[in-house]
């Protein structure tokens, strides 16, 4: 049996979170990466790691590294914001749920709702009423056995 363990990250993972986001961006966005040079790329982690200089200290974000048998096997964080509250969101506090992400050799073993029950249990800790998230076609099923439901209506500018 395999010990599965879901550690908290912070400031001072910042080598390793950024490690992480950008071998996610990699997997979800091979395509476009192939487009992009060098320098962009490096401006991209150079970005992400503004993000987690502002957004960790504060609670703003709250990521997490899975291992399986002590081995790095995937990742995940929540992005807490405040939203204009609204009868669906009375306090107006969100969660967005992001790079739930694990690692080809440890999938289909559970892991990615160990990180998803993790970042959740954090989210509502904090006061997030709403949580959310975009999904490719691969983790619908996932998502839905946890609870989560087709958001309708939802646009994106292109």
Same mark, same amino acid.
């Given at each position: 049996?395999?010990?599965?363990?879901?550690?908290?990250?912070?400031?001072?993972?910042?080598?390793?979170?950024?490690?992480?986001?950008?071998?996610?961006?990699?997997?979800?966005?091979?395509?476009?990466?192939?487009?992009?040079?060098?320098?962009?790329?490096?401006?991209?982690?150079?970005?992400?790691?503004?993000?987690?200089?502002?957004?960790?200290?504060?609670? +703003?974000?709250?990521?997490?590294?899975?291992?399986?048998?002590?081995?790095?096997?995937?990742?995940?964080?929540?992005?807490?914001?405040?939203?204009?509250?609204?009868?669906?969101?009375?306090?107006?506090?969100?969660?967005?749920?992001?790079?739930?992400?694990?690692?080809?050799?440890?999938?289909?073993?559970?892991?990615?709702?160990?990180?998803?029950?993790?970042?959740?249990?954090?989210?509502?800790?904090?006061?997030?009423?709403?949580?959310?998230?975009?999904?490719?076609?691969?983790?619908?099923?996932?998502?839905?056995?946890? +609870?989560?439901?087709?958001?309708?209506?939802?646009?994106?500018?292109?």
């Amino acid at each position: 049996m395999s010990i599965i363990r879901i550690s908290p990250l912070t400031i001072e993972d910042i080598k390793l979170l950024l490690e992480l986001r950008m071998e996610v961006l990699s997997n979800v966005f091979e395509e476009e990466r192939k487009s992009l040079s060098n320098k962009q790329w490096d401006e991209i982690k150079k970005q992400n790691e503004e993000y987690y200089k502002n957004h960790l200290c504060n609670l +703003g974000h709250v990521a997490c590294a899975a291992y399986v048998d002590g081995k790095l096997a995937g990742c995940g964080g929540i992005c807490l914001y405040d939203e204009m509250p609204s009868p669906d969101n009375i306090s107006g506090k969100c969660g967005y749920l992001m790079n739930i992400y694990v690692r080809k050799e440890f999938r289909r073993k559970g892991l990615a709702r160990n990180i998803c029950h993790f970042l959740i249990e954090k989210g509502k800790e904090l006061g997030a009423e709403k949580i959310y998230l975009e999904s490719s076609v691969m983790g619908v099923p996932l998502y839905s056995s946890i +609870g989560f439901e087709d958001m309708h209506g939802y646009m994106k500018l292109a």
